[in-house]
């Protein structure tokens, strides 16, 4: 864990798995969920305990690439019974998706694959709005507060793609060097 005043670490939690590759927090901020791709698992971690501890762990069909390593899948997992509750199908993609990403308040959601250049949309309740084409290799994603925007960092070509929302389609493509591969909007006021 790192202090974000100092970024410095104050705390490391040991998990089970040496694959550990993405995490996520519960909306709550109660429990720390990481994606341990060639494990095939997902580590559940209770962080209101001082230490944190590992509450479950969640066994999937296969190893998994964020999304899913077989096939073109997003896995739905209960976040209270930590159970896989759906897969959906990603039509859209032949290939692996690499991270999914919500807006802040959990309507909308981005499956981004990073081995072809194409994302997908969901809204409310999973509910599918369609694909759209990005730059190469796109690697992550963030939502503006306002949801109104979604950028996309295409670490391939060294790009972002600016979706307008309601006209689901890329507006701008601003080059912002190769290797973009983070991406996250904060306010001004966190940062000065």
């Known amino acids: 864990m790192i202090d974000p005043l100092t970024d410095w670490v104050e705390k490391v939690i040991p998990i089970p798995s040496h694959n550990a590759h993405r995490l996520t927090l519960s909306p709550s901020g ?3 969920f990481t994606d341990n791709e060639e494990d095939a698992t997902i580590t559940i971690v209770d962080l209101c305990e001082a230490e944190g501890r590992i509450i479950d762990t969640i066994l ?3 190893p998994i690439a964020g999304i899913a390593a077989d096939a ?7 976040r209270q019974s930590h159970r896989i509750r759906q897969r959906l199908a990603l039509p859209g993609h032949q290939q692996l998706c690499q991270v999914v990403r919500f807006s802040v308040d959990g309507e909308q959601l981005v499956a981004i694959g990073d ?7 969901f809204y409310d309740l999973l509910n599918p709005l369609g694909d759209i084409a ?4 796109p690697m992550d994603g963030c939502f503006s507060p306002d ?3 979604l950028l996309i960092a295409n670490q391939g070509d060294g790009t972002l793609s600016v979706i307008d929302l309601a006209q689901r ?3 701008a493509t601003p080059r912002v060097g190769t290797g973009c591969e983070v991406l996250s909007y904060y306010a001004m006021r966190a940062i000065r």
């Open 30 to 32: 109660r429990k720390l």
């Open 60 to 62: 999937l069909p296969g």
């Open 72 to 78: 073109p899948l997003l896995y739905v997992i209960d």
């Open 115 to 121: 081995g072809e250049p194409l994302i997908t949309l």
């Open 134 to 137: 990005v730059g190469t290799m």
């Open 147 to 149: 949801k109104q925007l």
């Open 169 to 171: 389609k890329v507006i």
